[in-house]
């Protein structure tokens, strides 16, 4: 009863916007996920009732940001990469209409300006009070491994001034990995921890040693939270690293052009 309250305060609060979120969670799409996939959510009693706050996750699917919302009694709005906005042809455009009907706002992850563009965007959603999802890793996990976290979430909670609220999802992967297009059949498990607390940092948002302190401690408690192995670099570079290995092994196995010249000759017929 308490969620649905929420949700219909919440509603009413954004004008009624956007009514496709609304739409997909309680009839075209949300009940049929929690039909089959029977997500289970423990510790749903951290979520705020009213009020920003930020809710770190650790990032295993695509499907990470569809269960999250679903469970969550108030909308949830992510910084979506800028390529789901700007992806041509019919399916960029599907893709487009979704993201944009669900609420989640396009940022540019370049870096640089790009990087203070998001942040600035994530600061006003907070400050009018809204339920801010993000990836400390900044990308999905190669392998089912944590990677490290980058610090823009702790500078976000420490401008913002609001909580941030550990989420741990699990089995996520093996429900839907990285490339595959049809889901797994099996249950979903959230798991939300407590509000962390960083008042203690408050006014020490330029301190970059105090901003890595406060994502470890975040990227601490989601390994606690979901049993990930911990992985201490960027998971961007992981993926870097092993797309080189994959090149440096195709590479050591294509015969160079002699090579093939040989085999050719040998495998051709004498003349008559």
Not at 10 to 35: A, H, N, Q, S
Not at 58 to 76: K, Q
Not at 132 to 155: F, H, Q
Not at 239 to 263: E, T
């Amino acid at each position: 009863m308490w969620g649905r309250t929420v949700v219909l305060r919440d509603y009413v609060e954004t004008g009624g916007e956007p009514v496709f979120y609304w739409m997909c969670k309680y009839i075209l799409i949300g009940p049929w996920l929690r039909l089959v996939f029977r997500p289970q959510v423990i510790g749903h009693e951290h979520l705020p009732a009213e009020g920003g706050a930020i809710l770190a996750s650790n990032h295993l699917s695509f499907s990470d940001s569809v269960f999250l919302p679903l469970m969550c009694p108030r909308r949830v709005t992510f910084l979506a990469k800028s390529d789901y906005f700007t992806t041509p042809g019919i399916k960029g455009f599907l893709t487009k209409m979704f993201m944009s009907g669900i609420g989640q706002v396009p940022v540019d992850r370049s870096g640089g300006r790009a990087s203070e563009a998001a942040l600035r965007t994530a600061l006003r959603l907070l400050a009018e009070g809204k339920l801010l999802g993000i990836y400390p890793e900044g990308t999905r996990s190669p392998d089912g491994r944590l990677y490290r976290g980058k610090t823009g979430v702790a500078r976000m909670v420490l401008e913002a001034g609001v909580p941030v609220i550990p989420c741990a999802m699990v089995n996520t992967h093996l429900i839907q990995p990285p490339g595959r297009v049809r889901p797994k059949i099996m249950r979903a498990k959230i798991v939300i921890g407590a509000p962390l607390d960083f008042s203690r940092y408050a006014g020490m948002e330029g301190d970059r040693f105090v901003l890595r302190s406060m994502t470890d401690e975040i990227m601490y408690e989601l390994m606690s939270m979901s049993g990930q192995e911990y992985v201490d670099i960027y998971a961007s570079k992981a993926k870097s690293l092993a797309a080189a290995r994959g090149r440096s092994a195709a590479a050591s196995v294509a015969p160079d052009s002699a090579d093939s010249a040989d085999s050719a000759l040998a495998g051709a017929s004498p003349a008559a």
